[in-house]
């Protein structure tokens, strides 16, 4: 049987792995590929999760302890485990702390108690911190990817019972310990329907704990046995007719229920014999019967449960596809209007651009011509150090005269020069702030073609701005301001002219012929800006159209194509989905064989 078996994961395997390309193909969401991807893991390793759980003081925390046979988990008399403990195979013992916040310690095993227990306020309140804590711990029975969960107790409080409860949809299997002083109780009853509601268990496994507890001579223990079993199945039997449960759910439950298997034992004396090595002890426990039931009950049910998993994951899978189809149909329906919309975008934005170059450089058009006016105040320093230089004159004559007007001149040409140059750049900063909020505007406007296009090097115009740039520092630069009195008297005698009426005049003439020569400058600069600008949106604009279209025809072809995949893939899955029923019912007969 097992050679049938081996056949079925294979078959079941390929079946995955077809699916898993189809889904690729058709880009549908990646958790369903990531769900395929979990089966094929499952029917490779077969990971099977068991649970205990059930009410407070049901003994669960000693039963672990017992089936590792080692205290690992903190037990006590009274209720004290305050987080889920997965205990998994390692090859040595250890523990892993998962927190809330994403963050994992590793501790020793005998750190845990401080950890995983409310006994203490400082314990409870580091419990709720923490999401899960790992044991990992050489056992026989997690050796073969299996993983047996410690949940806090039912009815202890109410957050302890809600982080039991949640974790019901993470677990293949429970086991239910009942207390054999007071065996099932109405809570317990009413937790064994919500087991066998929940769609992910698939078996449950029951057993009496606290057996020492119980005189051997008021009880025979097969009678015992059988009276909770029987008392399990009348019932959940009637609980669930009560709650009208679907046909499947009382199939279920007659599955799980009907040839019901029940052992009773004692923790504290299987983990004190295991301790001594105490043979008796160990057998008064009737642990080993039960551990044996346990391991081959899990080890009989990993398969059929990868298998369960496994085809009720593609009955999933198949039974989205539509709804599947039509997300993927209007996220490629939506790539063509977003394609549409940016080739508006960058249409409006070409069309309005003149009206933005010319926005932006008017918007201070007032400081720019306030910069520029401002220059005639070096008339007055002009005239005042001629007058200042020509006050030092004690003889008149033309020599004396000359000589003063010359060393002025080139102390004026001098700092003129410097107050020219502080000029010229600050009117090449104004364009340069000018340039980068047209820069900010541009990234603005085309910010949603950007994202699409993923193509800011080519829709941006960084290289045309650092030219418009650059044309603005060398005009700027190239203007040039000319004073050059003494050459205004050639050929006269200055001792009879009136030097400081010449002066005001020269001084009037030099500063409104700069001034005049910065206006033209900044007209230039706006032609230029201008002719560049429009030759940008112009490359833009063909360069957006072409893109576009490229894109629209790849969208186009795409589409047609995911369409015509849709329609072979559909019935494939379709087939798959069959196929892999009649695996699993070609397993469920040769269970029954």
Known sequence: MAAEYRSIEYRLHEYLVQMQ??????????????????????????????????????????????????????????????????????????AVIAFRDGT?????????????????????????????????????????????????????????????????????????????????????????????????????????????????????????????????????????????????????????????QINGISSAQALESFVTNNRELRRKSRFEPFS?????????????NALRKT??????????????????????????????????????????????????????SDTLQAMINSFNANKNYIVEEFI??????????????????????????DEMHRRCLERETALTEFFRTALLSLQEQERSSLQSVSRLLGEEEQIGFDQTAESMGRFTDIIFHNAVFSCDVPNLFKGQDLARCNVIETVIRAADVSVASYIGELREIVATVGRNWSDQFCAHTSALSVWATEELDRRHESQDLRYKAYLRNYQTFYQSAQDILKNSKSLWEEFESGERL
Request: aromatic share 6%; with cysteine; net charge negative.
């Open 292 to 304: 044996d039931t346990l391991l081959g009950v899990v080890t009989a049910k990993q398969l059929e």
């Open 104 to 260: 994992s310690r590793e501790i020793s095993i005998g750190e845990l108690e401080d950890y995983v227990t409310k006994k203490t306020a400082d314990g409870e309140a580091l419990a709720l911190q923490i999401k899960e804590a790992t044991i990992y711990f050489p056992t026989v029975i997690c050796q073969n990817h299996i993983d047996i969960i410690d949940t806090p107790g039912l009815n202890d409080d109410p957050r302890m019972t809600r982080i039991t409860i949640e974790m019901i949809e993470n677990v293949d299997a429970v086991i239910v310990p009942i207390h054999a002083r007071a065996p099932f109780s109405e809570t317990e009853k009413k937790f064994v329907c919500q087991l066998i509601e929940s769609e992910s268990i698939q078996n449950l496994v029951f057993v009496v704990t606290f057996l020492d507890q119980l005189d051997e001579d008021d009880y025979e223990y097969e009678t015992f046995m059988d009276y909770i079993r029987r008392r399990i199945q009348s019932e959940v039997f009637a609980e669930l007719e009560r709650r009208s449960s679907p046909e499947s759910v009382m199939e279920k439950a007659h599955r799980l229920l009907d040839h019901l």
């Open 21 to 94: 390309e189809m889904l690729s193909i058709l880009e549908f969401e990646r958790s369903i590929l990531d769900c395929i991807q979990d089966c094929k893991e499952l029917i490779k390793n077969k990971q099977y999760t068991v649970a205990v759980m059930g009410e407070f003081k049901r003994g669960k925390s000693s039963l672990i302890n017992a089936l590792l046979g080692a205290k690992i988990l903190p037990a006590d008399a009274t209720p004290t485990t305050a987080t889920i403990n997965r205990i998994t195979y390692g090859p040595e013992p250890g």
């Open 311 to 364: 085809v009720t994951t593609l009955g999933v899978v198949a039974e989205r596809f539509d709804e599947q189809n039509q997300t993927r149909r209007k996220a490629l329906e939506d790539g063509f209007q977003a394609l549409e919309a940016c080739r508006k975008t960058v249409e409006q934005y070409c069309q309005d651009a003149p009206q933005l170059l010319e926005t932006t450089l008017s918007k201070d």
């Open 388 to 413: 200042k230089g020509l006050s030092q004159v004690r003889e008149n004559k033309h020599e004396v005269i000359l000589a003063v007007l010359e060393d002025t001149a080139q102390r004026v040409k």
